[in-house]
């Protein structure tokens, strides 16, 4: 009969695991410490281990390698009280069989004990990965505690010793960027080169240029040799952001660089060998784009090799305290101030929201916020949406004529001041949303409807533009190109 071997120091989880899982196939043995558990591995090797990371002694995640190291088949589920980025990543990237919070659901418990026992039995193979990086993470923002979350760490802890291309799904302000670098910082390619590159925020007659390089003369204003991004990344990791704005012509010649290492400047016939770690991303449903043609089916899928998906914020709340806490704190930091806490009101307020605009949305908030407010406290007044009047799932917001901004060729004092003036007359005033709708269209109007200049004015990507124009419905105002 299998055993399960359950290596813990607090009797009350050994009391746990007798009274709820003795019902299962096989016997359970209990250890109370690693040094006691390596023993018992030693002499009879179990079936499956069930570990804490955070023990007297020899944590569970030296006690892991160990185990990796001698019985590379053997499933272990880790499990902790203090689930960060850094403890869901270092043990999935050890091989752990998987990564569980305590206090865990009984039922979860039994199917993923039940799910090691079988893989035990099959001798499925097991990916054994060595420690690539003993730096904290938290700098790079990725927080969360959620279910949902700990998934995207556990496959970020599989994916990052290999160099398989990955394509990162989610809405928009997820921190899609966060999780490529996690993934880079965590792999044999950390410390070498990495570029993020928005493929919506470069224009297309210059994205071929700018990402394979030029000879001198290949086009009108090619006036010296240019060494592309590509180049600059070999031996490191590109980050293709909104990969599904690429041009359907730069999408072949992205194919040839994934498919055979090499790239060819624009205006040579010599192609260059480059080893790039190829990971994308983007918030538009792919399979749709390959069905209409409107993205290569074969470059789709040599980029998909493995899809990590984040999940939106509206569906991860237990992490808005968290993310808010930490962006006070990095506030704070950087002010060299103390940070400024939420009143409980200010949080269920936050907690409430449906966040179209994910992590950054969030961010924005807690920033605004915290410079505006002259207390150490945030409250509930202090959290003011960016579109308070427009229901949470409404994507599209108009400003009535009475209420039209003012014109164009005002000056910007006299333009705040008529937007106070007009927010203070009547409260269904969304003062945000006109002040937003006052840049972008001084903007557009201002560079004659070219958007790639106008969301560099603006400081946003010509997707997040886009996004707005139709959003205000500015498009029925401007010629835009």
Known sequence: ???????????????????????????????????????????????????????????GLEALKRIRRNHPHLPVIMMTAYGTTRTAIDAMKEGAFDYVIKPFDVQTMRSLLLSALKASRDMTEKVSYQPLLQKEEYDQGIIGKSAAMQ??????GQVSASDAPVMITGETGCGKELVARAIVQHSPRAGKPFLAINCAAIPENLLESELFGHEKGAFTGAMEHRIGKFQQCDRGAVFLDEI?????????????????????????????????????????????????????????????VVRIHLPPLRERREDIPLLAEYFLNRIARKQGAPAKQLSSGALERLCSHNWPGNVRELENLIQRAAVLSNSTTLIETDVVFESASTPPRQKKQSIPPSQNIPPSNGSLDEALNHLFDAATADKRFNL??????????????????????????????RATLRKRIEKYGIRHEISIN
């Open 151 to 156: 998934e995207v760490y556990k496959r970020i």
């Open 244 to 304: 599904g704005d690429m041009p359907l012509a730069l999408q072949a010649k992205l194919l040839r660089v994934l498919q055979d290492g090499e790239i060819t400047r624009v205006g040579s016939n010599q192609p260059i060998r480059v080893d790039i770690r190829f990971i994308a991303a983007t918030n538009r449903k792919m399979e749709e784009m390959t069905a209409a043609k409107t993205f290569r089916e074969d470059l789709y899928y040599r980029l998909n």
């Open 1 to 59: 009969m299998p055993c399960i071997l359950i290596i813990d120091d607090e009797e009350d989880l050994h009391y746990s695991f007798e009274r709820n899982f003795r019902s299962l196939d096989c016997d359970l043995s209990f250890a109370s410490s690693a040094e006691e558990g390596l023993k018992i591995i030693s002499r009879a090797p179990p079936a499956v281990v069930v570990m804490d990371i955070r023990m007297g002694g020899l944590n």
């Open 432 to 461: 945000m949303a006109a002040a937003e709708r006052f840049l972008i269209t001084r903007a557009l109007s201002l560079t004659h409807g070219n958007r790639v200049q106008a969301a560099k004015l603006l400081g946003m990507t």
